[in-house]
């Protein structure tokens, strides 16, 4: 049986996928909205991940089920300790399940070397952390800019991008400063612009606003949903703001460990 074939046909998806609309970000990230839609991009399948803690063993995600298409943004509500950060991880080929698979663009990632998972998470995988974790000695741009030229553009190449980006992100005259010397939502903004500078298919953040507060936390949510639909990334945002997720396409939560669809 050819078990990649089989697998890869989950419920076809309700929720709307967005055109790209014509932005300077959707340009660079045009392989995303011109990606195959009858598919999910991402598709955790059967993921399972316990921890061992002293002679008792957690068992945080059982089985999870999560496709999402091309296009599409899904919100991640759970309580703290369910799992989220732990299901981003592990859909961001960060760490690795139990058991189970995850299928990017339709590639079981399982049976890749190490160094064929990282390539995949340099190039169709954008994170967003809860804490910036910006290099703190280089500047905004320079942050924006290293992630493109390990990928090997030019740097007068990645120095494009990166001011076109971080000016869309409204930062046009920061690009020169350090994290330390912008604010907590500035640091965000460069933060997500340094997660698609390479035009992911898959962008995922956890948490993105955690630290901020809820007015900077809107507006950088604001931005971060305005750029996931110029450019045509699927998205899934950990978050505790239900009105951020309202704006999103799904809804979902971790609930005894398996992944459910809210609403
Ligand atoms: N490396 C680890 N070893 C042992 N337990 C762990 C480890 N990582 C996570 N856990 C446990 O797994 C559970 C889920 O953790 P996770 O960080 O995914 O939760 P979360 O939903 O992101 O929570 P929060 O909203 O607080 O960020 C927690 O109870 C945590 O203590
Ligand atoms: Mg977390």
Redesign the pocket.
Known sequence: MDEKTTIMEPAPSTAATPSAASVPVAATAATATAADTSHPIVFLHAISRR???GRST?E?LKSVELAVWPSQSVALV??????????LHIAGLLEQADSGEVYVNGVATSKLTDVQRTRIRRTDIGFVY?FHHLLPEFSAVENVMLPQMIRGLKKSEALNRAAELLSYLGLKDRLTHRPAELSGGEQQRVAIARAVANAPRILLA??PTGNLDQRTSERVFGTLTQLVRASGVAAII?T?NLDIAAQMDRRVT?REGGVVELE
């Open positions: 921890f061992r803690q957690l945080i759970a309580p703290s300790g369910a799992g989220k950060s732990t299901l809860q956890d948490e950990a505790h971790i």
